[in-house]
Structure formats: structure tokens, C-alpha cells
């Protein structure tokens, strides 16, 4: 028996479709033979012989089909019910009630055991087999007493195993539901136009939109729900399949499963099955441990595999997790390498997620040789693979000695997914809500300056993480692989149109646009390809959709671009986007490496972008991009003389012109029908640098040289690009316009270190730059200054050193500057020491939270010379008090 | 006896074309590869696609490949009119896909005998813009006052994709 139960078992493990198709083909035999006996037993003496032959062979398929898959009881039963038939089909009996009575009592069991398979070999089937033996064997007579309660006995399982499955369920061909299916996604877009076309003036012709609208809708959904599945049906086989590998692997594993009634789209299920048991051997081959290890590992000598199923945001996720040794990352590390995957230095860069995501790379295998568990030749590849196909995802974690994590999320349906419209270059594209991760927005000056460039790559900072930046007219417009240059290229475009549009108050295309040309905005929406994320830049967001999934012309597939096609509420055609494609195409996922690198770079180092220009032909020159506004086109021939100044209007204001060879040494300016005008910020008076040629912007970490070239108006200068580059003071060169209000640099330094020892002042800033040039003003009027990057570090100076003033950004990382003062207060030693907040945010609220958490100065970045006197106030109280005390 | 047999090979070698124009050219591809002839010439373009393919097009829910015969035989492009007209493929000549034409012209019936096998002596074929109309050709016929090229909607779409295939692989091959 028990060796019986293995076959069944074993058969449908390997061979889930030779059952399936036996179990549907037995349904069908067995289908009509009920009306056929009974329709035998009302001709009684006189059978119809093809009515005998045809449930005669129906029987007779049934058990040969039975015998070859091993199902004993279902073909001992139908073995003398067939006995039984060959007798009646001879004529040597009638069919009488007796024999159609136990006949039928023979066909419910039969059908009672092909809904459940499996258990087939369970059923007990000695009372009805007995009873058609006797009557084979003796015939009717003696049968009569025992016939009753055979019924009842055999009716009591029935009952209770399939009313609920059998009385209320039809087969239906999936074609037919397919083909539902696509008639109501057709009916849904009529209904769509209907709704563009109704007359909302009309009551009637309003009510009549709306109950279509509805009815659609719900007939829609119905449609669906006949294809959903639960989950169960694929990982309720797991039980057994841990329970069998646990005994070969001579390991103890305990399998949990919740959530196996989450229903999933059928076509989805079937694709699941694969990767899910590839899954799970793998977590009984690879992750959990002998209960040897376990022991000395400290864990429990019973390894679990917790498996649960559960709807979230539309999506259905599998996690699957293990207790077992985790993923050896050190090996993966060295068969990476022996298989000449990737190469020690390329190793090196990687992140600990990335290594893991390596098991993923097609012909890795961490098992040493095929063990018949897990190394059977498919790798975590196909899995991936397998999922992705089905339009979802797949995440993997895992840490070692604690085991191994995977989240499988699948969409619920294939034939109709949620999807984000978005718009690109006139039209409509889909992209599946499932790789949506969110939607970002930015307005204005943000557009040019929040988008970045990381090497080629374009990058916007999110949550302090690089995502890469993809714009899909770039990617639409492009159909070659991106390279390097491709990317470059694309960065240095937008970088030039960003400048572009800075400069242009009105907007010079587009008159239609006019409307929201003072509102620059950018949308993109952030995917994730597993675990990596990017930005797809578009042109508008629409809105959010269920779309109806055609399948792609096989000529287009190989795009490689889009996963599909769809119809739009206005009849028109839209493509789905392929969000790994996209990637893929656009070589991000080789970027990331370098954007990695990039990161560290940026943590370790103080990165700032800075633009290079030139004024006069000679001298390389810089200004760090956060103290430029824009830069604005001009034509020298709207230059107006006033006095022995040049103006130019921009926005309608005056604006000062700055020749940079008038006030420091540098080479003459040239000349030309079109320049710019650099705009700084933080300046109450509006004045512009002249510039001739834009030579460049750069994210480089500046290493100012402070001594090598000190001339007034300069801040230093730095190696950039091979090239020596002159940063400019752009706060002094302000003052050195007018002589005569803040002609002497040095003016305030006397008085602040007349008489007394200089003051100290600890800076707090995390910006190198602001850090440099606030360091190098508060020194060069005499105050000794100690400068660090964030809160945290300012208080292990002030536990360290005595300081008179302190002066510090808010925004910081680690530690920002609100919390610092918090601290500040609260702290034994200099707790009353004044502290000046110098921040670039201007809001009351700001202000409002620096005072309560105990700021003494509020002041905006960056005034020179308020900020001075601010300082220099701040000293005074510093001094009145100390001679008060 | 004799007649019927004469009347059998009759039928059997009269075949039906549905017949266009494309840049003053008559064409015709077998009756019994066209679907239908619609007007909807509203497509979505498909950015990556070679030029010879359009994009597609929503003829009453189910969505068409709308190829540019024009483009496939390497004539100058034109301005999409009022004659042009879409010529929807059956769907086992590849799948769902059709052609843009620049106007619609009869069916014409012709005997099988009359029609001039091109794909027989295809060194004969002049290179460029016929060459490639012979890739897909079938072979032409004399009608009255005008010839009438023949052809095989299979092979057209059949190229079409190895165009897309060839133009694929040499995308990738940059990097």
C-alpha cells in the first residue's frame, strides 16, 4: 500500500500534466454514464448494445489509465465493474436496479477519488468492490438486505468530500474564459469611449453611461475571478516535497505555509510552479544545515522553511524564508571567480546585496558537484527568469548563519494589470504598476540643479541614495544599445538645455505652453529592475490605468523596449513598457557599479559642482554651482552705459555688469555679439559676471590651495581638469564694485581683536565649500576658527576646547544643526555659548525652530558683511557680559 | 469525361488577387491572405522598429502591425492621404499585421498559366529597389493595359522581420 501511495505521489510530482490530463479524460467518461445506466435500466429487456458498448469502454479507459499511474483502488473498482459490464454487454445479464445501483455506487466513488487524486488510494472502496463482486459472482438475488446500508455508508464521504466542489462547479475550457477574457477588455474600452461621448446633460443618457459603466466594470472583474486560483494548489505540495528531501538529506526541516488561499491568475500559478519547488529544494539542499551543524550552530536541530502567501497593494507576494546557514558569501566570492564570472578587482567594488545577486547570474551554481536536490542543472537564473516573465519581481536577502530570504511578487492577473500612463514625446506609454515604486516631481530651479552627473551618467538623489537617471525620449529615440558616449552625450544635452532654460525668462518655443513656461517641471517615475531602482524621466504623468495586455507582434518582441501593447480609452494603441529592457538598453546596470564607486567617492570626499568658465582667454576660472543662480544669454548690444558702469536688464531688473578684468588681474575680456551672465545667489544687489566662454561643470572634490595664489577677490585655486583654476570670491568681489562701503577687507578685524585675544569660533558645515570660504572670512578678520562637518563632531570639540561663538549650518548630515544646539543647551559645559545659525533656508519656520532650539542669530546664507557684523555683535554681548560678570 | 476535366483544371488555376496601388505601381497579393481593407490609418508609431514598420494600429480591439510597403520596396515616402488604405493580413500569414497602401484597386481574377514565375530565374532581378521587391514577389502578370506584381504576403512579413532581426543584432553589437 504504502509503496502504491509512493507511485501516485511520485507521478504527480514528476508528472503533474500526464494526471491531469488522466483526471480530466476519466471526468469525461464518467461525465454521462450516469444517464446512460439509467437509461439502460429503463430499457431493461431489451439494452441498447452501442449504449452498452460506450459505458463498457468508458469503464475500460478509466482502468487502463488507472493501472499505468498506479492507482489501485480506482482500478480494482473499475476492474469489476467492468467485469460485471462484459457480462451484461454478452447479454448473460439484464441490467436490472441491483447491478445499475451498484454500478452508480461504483461511479461516485470513482468520481470521489478523482477529486482528490492523491488520495485516491485512501478511499475505501471494499463495500461497494464486495458488493459488485457478489453480484458478478452470484447475481442479484442474494444482494437485496445489504444494499441500503451501502448506500449510506457509501453517500456519508461523498457528501462531505464534494458538495461544495462538485454540485456547484462546471468545467469550463480555458479558451473559452481566454476569449471572455478578451471580449470584455474590448468591452470595457467601448465603454470607455462611450463615457467620452455621453451627453452629461442628459439624465437618461447619464444614468444609462453609468449602469454601463458599472456592469462593465463588474462584469470585468467576474471574468477575472474565474481564473484565479488559489495558491495552495502549488505550494500545498511542498509539505511533501520538504518531508521526502529531509529524509534523503538526512536533515530534520519543518515547513510552515500561511496564506495558501491568496488567489492568483491561473496562467500566473502554472508558470510558479518550477521556480517555486526549484526555491524550496534549494532551501533544503543549500540552507538548512544537519542537525549536527545546527547544534553547534546553537539553533534548534529542526530546520524551518517558512513559506507565506499574502495580497499587498495589488500584487500577490510569496516570501520565502529559511533558518538555515545563509548564502557563503565567501564562496560565492571564489566560484564567481573560478568560473571566470567576474574578476577579483571587479569583486572588490561590489556591495554585499551585489554579491548575493551574483547566484543570479546564468551558469553559477554554489553546489560543488549536481546532488539530485538542488543542482539539477537549472540555476537561480531560470528562476529569476521564470518571474520576471510573469511580470513580477524577485528579491533575495540573506545573511549568513541566519538564513536566506527570498520575496517573489507577482502581479494577480497577466490579462489585465494596474499600470501608471505616463506621456513621452506626444504619446502613451504603460509602464506595469508592479515595478512602480514612486513618483517624483521637481519644479523649477530644482530641474537643472537636483538632477546631477555622476561620470556619463545622469543621477538624482534620493533619500541620499544615487538613482540613476533614464529619459525615455532618449531611450525611445535611440534604438542602439547605450554606451558610454551615449550617456555622456545625453547628460551634456540636458545639461546645456538646463543652462538654457535658466536663462530664458520666456520661453522662446511653444507658444502654447506659455501658459506654464514660468513652471519648469520634471517628472520621473523610480522602477526597480530586483533590487535596483533608476528614474525614468518622462513628459507627464497621467494617471493610473487598468490596462488590458495584448501580446506583442513577434516581429516587435525583440525590441526588447516594450512587454506589450495596449488600447486606450480613445481607441488608440499604447505600448507597455518593458521596465528591465529599458535598463538593459540603457546600460544602467553597468552604470550602478560605476555610481557606487561614485557614492563612496562623494561620502568619503566633499564632492561640490562647480562650473568653469572663462572670462578672458587665458585664465581658467570657477564658481561653485549652489552660489549660481543661473546663467543668462545676453547680446552686448543691449548693454546700456550708465556712467562708467554697464547695466543690462534681466527679468526686468537693472543688473549690474561685472568685467572681471576691471576689478582683478586677469586677462582682458573679449568681446562678442552673444555672452553670459552668471547670476550669483545670496546677493541683495543684482549684479552679473561676464563670462565669455562656458567651459564646463564639474563635480570634483576641491582641494582649495589657499597660498599658492592670494590676490584680492580670489579664494584660491585648485588642479581641475589639468588645469589651474582661479575660484573666485564672489561675496568680495561684490564689495570690491564699491571701494568706498567695503573697501577694507581687513577693516573689522581690528576691532574685533583690538585689545583682546582673538575669539574662537567652532564652525559647523558641511559643505567643503561654504566651509572653506566662511572659515577663510572669519579668520581673515582675526578669530581662530575650528571647522567640522556635522553636529556630532561639533559637540566632540566642544568636550574637547573652549570656544567663544559657535556658527553652524543646519542642514548637516549625521547630525543636523538644530539637534546640535539642542544638545548644545542641554550639556554641562558651555552650555550659554552664543551660536549663530547660518543656513541657506529662509523660512519662519526654520527661523522659528533655530530660536527655540536655542540659536541666539538666525542668518541667510551668504551676506559677508552681515554676517560679520553678526558676529562681531555676537562678540560684544560676549564681552558685556563677561564685564558685567 | 473530357469536359469536366477541362473545367476542373480551369478552376483550380484561376486564382484572385486583391490589387493596389503603391507609387503609381499596380500590386495584388492572393485574396485569400487579406482579412480585410480598413481605413484607419491612425497608428502608434513604435520607436526601435525599423522604418518599414509603422506601428500600430486599433482596428475595433484587436491590435495591428501596420508595415510601410513603401519602405519595403525603397520608395520615396508620402504624405498619408485619403486614398491610403490598410490591407489586414489573415492571421496565419503572420500573425496580426497589415500593409499601408496608396490606394485600393479591384480583385482581380487571372489564370494561374498567365502569371510569370519571377522567383524561377531570380539572376535576372536588377539589384536595388526591384531586387528587394523580389524578395517578397511572387511573380508578375500582364493584364490588359498594365502589369500587375504578384506578392506573397507571407514573404513579406517574413522580411520584414528579418530586417527587424538584422537591425537588432547590429544595435546590439556596439557595446
Redesign the interface.
Known sequence: MGNERETIDDILLNDPEMVEAFVAEAKEHLDSIEDDFLALERQKNDPEQALLDKVFRAIHSVKGAAGFLGLSKMSDLTHIMEALLTKMRGGQILPESEYIDSLLAGVDLLTTMLQNIALSNDVDIKVVYDQLASLYEHGPAQQKKKEEPVASEKKAPLVEKSELDLGNTVRINVDILDRLMVQAGELVLIRNQHLLTVNESDPLSRSIAHRLDLITSELQETIISTRMQPIGKVIDKFPRIVRDLGKSLGKQIQIEITGSSAELDKTILESLTDPLTHIIRNCCGHGIETPEDRVRAGKPKTGLIRISAYHEAGRVNIKISDDGRGVDIVRIRRIVVEKGLKSESELEQMTHQDILNLVFLPGFSTMEKADGVSGRGVGMDVVKTCIEKIGGSLEFESKTGEGTTILLQLPLTLAIIPSIIVTAGGYMYAIPQVSLVELVTLYDEDVSIQIERADEQEVYRLRGRLLPIVRLTEVLMRPKLFTRETRAEIAEKYFQQGMAEHTVAQPTADPGDSAEADEVSLSFVVLKVGNNHYGLVVDRIIGTEEIVVKPLHPVVKQLGIYAGATIMGNGKTALILDVGGIARHTGITLAERIMEEREKELKTEDLQSVLLFKSGPKEQLALSLPLIRRIEPIKIKDVELIGDKEYISVDGVSTLIIRLDHLLKVSPIVDQEEMYLILPRHLKRPVGILMSMFVDVVDTAVDLDLSSYKADGFLGTAIINNFMTLFLDIYRLVEMLDPATAGHPHALSETASAGRSPGRILLLEDIAFFRHLIKGYLEAEGYVVVDVKNGQQGLEQLEENEFDLIVSDLEMPIMDGWTFIKNVRQSIRQSDIPAVALTSLDTDESRKKSMENGFDFYEVKLEREHFLEIVATAFTKIRDKAVSA | MQVTKQKKTAESTLRRFCSFRLSGRLYGVDIRDVKEINTEI????????IKE?R????I????Y?LLDLREIFGFPGKQIDESNRVVLFMAEV????GILVDSIEDVVTVDESLIENRRKNERDVPEGIERRAADVGEGVCKLENELLILLDARRL?QA??MM??R??FS??E??
Do not use: E, M
Open positions: 491612425n497608428y502608434t508609431p513604435i520607436f526601435h522598429a514598420i506601428g500600430y494600429i486599433n475595433r480591439g484587436q491590435i502591425l503572420g500573425d496580426l499585421c512579413v520584414v522581420r527587424q532581426s537591425q537588432k544595435n546590439t556596439s557595446r
